[in-house]
């Protein structure tokens, strides 16, 4: 058993499969890295059963573990949290389910909102009132009786959100207190802590999403703690939504910021990749085994939102969602994977997604008992992927299972031939990805003939070339590890935490002074994060900003102040940075507007001195001829059959690749569809040019 200093282990769950990668954390030096089946009932098995397979050949005792999980999302999306009461001011108990009383659908007949997870008879008013400047109104009252009524009610978790508590919470703290001390098993959530802004109905939904699935998260994040210590794990870390990582102590304390922890892993790898190898704008696509997600990466930086709406699509339906107030990589994302289920609808029409047959059980071909045909099969039913690709990886692969079932399913029906029906479930599954590429592109004003399109995931590279085509991209790039992507980026990120506070002032009638103290408060509340998470190689000062808007408006603009410990800008500069920014973002500013600052925001990080990102950087090779490792009969649409060579990337470093092939690629297959070419790295990034689109 080897052992290693350093060692550091990302682990990402998936819905099909769960992801590792282990390596020496300071040398950059990879030892491992593989592909296991996921537990859906019980996520938290499969990064045991990981973690004791890395421990058969490594020694584990000392191991920093990073791990991305859907565990929050799914408690939410599959509505298992918990039985959920929420206290607020009296008369505002219906905000959650007035919402912002906007439509999915503006001329929809058939419009489905999202449930409230805290029901009416759950919602509990409560007589106090603090005004919008702080000022008591009210003194609460009859906390005892109000206590006893929640008890009664059969919740087990409590989200508080009393009105303009982001300007005075000291109703809320009481209230917390007091429930706390009558009833020390409850989770409580209190909006002061979580989302200390304004807007009631976004801060009241922020709030109540983390009470839902605290109990959830909490019990997992502390039983998977604990049994990764009892095997030697010296520390434990989750990703978060904002790509950064946290210890379990806080992310049973903020289960929100955790809603989008995989997703964010991805990006955060490909934000590494992009400024380790000078490709600055880069479109993340990642495909796997549920979904299809897809983000921007510019000038080597993600794209970061602090906003944004959970479980929005229910069966390919727009229903709202749930509003969250957190910062979070900016991604798109639709029930696109190698499970998507393909199904005639009652028109007779082909479709594909967003119901998918998950791990269990599973498409047809991995003969897990699925009998729908999903796009995997497609895939198996062409030849693009096949028995020997799967070795080790738990799957019993066979194709007749997935001839039969797209046969049955789609060919018969329609009349076609089962190729026919096999390209046609692959191309509809590419239409609707490269439709998100385009909503998180060029629905926001990018032209995504100005990036490379990085594709990750066990699907994503193969289908990457047909993306990349369909949305006119200049070149694909699949990265090294592009099936292992997300655990790669579980260990990239720095720990990190963002405080904010609610201020709502003209920017003129802030004294300096004032400003000053706002952010030494904030300073505060991320130095007690900061307690509870390793302390690394550097500790960055905070970077301090202030989300600014012109006067009755409803959007703000992010503006740095510096980092802490630097002097802060005078109002002025403050004005003029805003105003600059404002002209950047939308072509014209307002000169006679007056400047509000809504929020002051600290970022507060440590950097844990891990070089994963080492994996990336590639020096030159001599060209060389590739060794094709074997042959497979594909099948073309006409349903002629060719013989088409498959590689190793191993056996492909250095080296020119002319399609059509298939390239094994780290728990992934990469598709080069015939004329095109891919150069070989010598770290096994792979890039393949596309012809250029006229502008």
Same mark, same amino acid.
């Given at each position: 058993m080897t052992q290693v200093n350093e060692l550091l282990i990302g682990i990402d769950v998936g819905g099909t499969f769960t992801d590792a990668i282990v390596f020496d954390s300071r040398k950059g030096t990879l030892l491992a890295a593989f592909k296991i089946a996921s537990s859906p009932s019980d996520p938290g098995r499969a990064v045991i059963a990981a973690t004791e397979k890395i421990s058969q050949t490594v020694d584990v005792r000392g191991a920093v573990v990073c791990h991305g999980t859907t565990v929050g999302t799914n408690t939410l999306i599959e509505r298992k949290g918990s039985r959920t009461a929420l206290l607020t001011t009296s008369g505002f108990t219906d905000v959650v389910e007035l919402r912002r009383q906007d439509r999915p659908k503006l001329y929809g007949f058939d419009v489905r909102i999202s449930e409230p997870l805290a029901p009416r008879e759950l919602r509990f008013g409560v007589e106090e009132r603090v005004g919008a400047d702080g000022a008591v109104v009210r003194p609460i009252q009859a906390v005892p009786e109000l206590i006893e009524q929640v008890r009664k009610s059969g919740a087990s978790a409590?989200?508080?959100?009393?009105?303009?508590?982001?300007?005075?919470?000291?109703?809320?703290?009481?209230?917390?207190?007091?429930?706390?001390?009558?009833?020390?098993?409850?989770?409580?959530?209190?909006?002061? !802590?979580?989302?200390?802004?304004?807007?009631?109905?976004?801060?009241?939904?922020?709030?109540?999403?983390?009470?839902?699935?605290?109990?959830?998260?909490?019990?997992?994040?502390?039983?998977?703690?604990?049994?990764?210590?009892?095997?030697?794990?010296?520390?434990?870390?989750?990703?978060?939504?904002?790509?950064?990582?946290?210890? *379990?102590?806080?992310?049973?304390?903020?289960?929100?910021?955790?809603?989008?922890?995989?997703?964010?892993?991805?990006?955060?790898?490909?934000?590494?990749?992009?400024?380790?190898?000078?490709?600055?704008?880069?479109?993340?696509?990642?495909?796997?085994?549920?979904?299809?997600?897809?983000?921007?990466?510019?000038?080597?930086?993600? $794209?970061?939102?602090? $906003?944004?709406?959970? !479980?929005?699509?229910?069966?390919?339906?727009? @229903?709202?969602?749930?509003?969250?107030?957190?910062?979070?990589? !900016?991604?798109?994302?639709?029930?696109?994977?190698?499970?998507?289920?393909?199904?005639l609808d009652e028109a007779n029409v082909l479709k594909v997604g967003p119901r998918s047959a998950s791990a269990h059980p599973g498409p047809a071909c991995y003969s897990r008992g699925?009998?729908?045909?999903?796009?995997?099969?497609?895939?198996? @039913?062409?030849?693009?992927?096949? *028995?020997?690709?799967?070795?080790d990886s738990g799957v019993a692969f066979d194709r007749n299972a997935a001839v039969d079932a797209i046969k049955r399913n789609i060919a018969d029906p329609l009349g076609w031939t089962v190729v026919r029906a096999a390209y046609a479930i692959i191309d509809i599954a590419v239409a609707n990805m490269a439709e998100m590429v385009r909503l998180a592109t060029t629905h926001r004003g990018l032209d995504p003939r100005d990036f490379s399109l990085l594709a990750s995931g066990g699907a994503g590279p193969l289908h990457a070339t047909s993306v990349g085509q369909e949305i006119g991209a200049r070149e694909i790039i699949i990265p090294p590890l592009p099936g292992m992507f997300s655990a790669l980026g579980a260990t990239l990120g720095a720990v990190r935490h963002e405080v904010t506070q609610t201020v709502f002032r003209d920017l003129r009638s802030l004294d300096p002074n004032e400003l000053s103290g706002i952010f030494a408060q904030l300073s505060d509340r991320a130095d007690e994060l900061l307690a509870a998470e390793p302390q690394g190689a550097a500790r960055p000062a905070p970077e301090r900003m202030v989300e600014a808007r012109f006067?009755?408006?409803?959007?703000?603009?992010?503006?740095?102040?510096?980092?802490?410990?630097?002097?802060? *800008?005078?109002?002025?500069?403050?004005?003029?940075?805003?105003? !600059?920014?404002?002209?950047?973002?939308?072509?014209?500013?307002? *000169?006679?507007?007056?400047?509000?600052?809504?929020?002051?925001?600290?970022?507060?990080?440590i950097d844990l001195g891990y070089r994963g990102d080492r994996l990336f950087v590639t020096e030159e090779l001599p060209s060389g001829t590739a060794t094709i490792s074997r042959k497979v009969a594909f099948l073309a649409r006409d349903g002629k059959e060719l013989s088409i060579p498959v590689y190793r990337i191993t056996d492909a470093l250095g080296c020119s690749l002319t399609g059509p092939c298939i390239i094994e690629h780290s728990g992934s297959t990469v598709w080069i569809h015939g004329e095109q070419v891919a150069q070989i790295g010598a770290s096994g990034q792979v890039i393949v040019a596309l012809t250029k689109v006229a502008r």
């Open positions: 409590v989200a508080i959100c009393l009105l303009h508590a982001y300007a005075n919470d000291a109703h809320e703290r009481e209230l917390a207190d007091a429930i706390s001390a009558a009833w020390p098993e409850a989770y409580i959530s209190r909006s002061s !802590d979580i989302c200390p802004e304004f807007g009631e109905y976004e801060r009241s939904s922020t709030t109540l999403v983390n009470a839902y699935i605290g109990q959830a998260v909490g019990g997992y994040v502390s039983s998977l703690s604990r049994e990764l210590r009892d095997k030697g794990v010296k520390r434990f870390l989750i990703v978060k939504s904002n790509g950064g990582l946290t210890s *379990p102590e806080n992310a049973a304390r903020y289960p929100v910021h955790l809603i989008e922890s995989g997703p964010a892993a991805q990006l955060t790898a490909a934000a590494a990749f992009a400024r380790a190898t000078g490709c600055p704008n880069l479109i993340a696509f990642d495909m796997g085994g549920t979904t299809a997600k897809a983000g921007v990466i510019r000038g080597g930086q993600p $794209e970061m939102t602090s $906003e944004f709406y959970a !479980d929005r699509l229910v069966d390919g339906h727009e @229903v709202g969602g749930y509003a969250i107030r957190s910062s979070v990589l !900016d991604l798109v994302e639709i029930g696109a994977g190698g499970g998507s289920i393909a199904f699925g009998d729908l045909p999903t796009v995997t099969d497609a895939h198996a @039913v062409i030849g693009t992927l096949t *028995p020997e690709l799967f070795v006067a009755g408006q409803l959007f703000q603009l992010r503006i740095s102040l510096g980092r802490e410990g630097e002097p802060l *800008p005078a109002i002025d500069d403050i004005e003029r940075r805003f105003r !600059d920014a404002y002209r950047k973002e939308y072509g014209f500013e307002l *000169p006679d507007a007056r400047v509000q600052i809504v929020n002051c925001r600290l970022i507060a990080s």
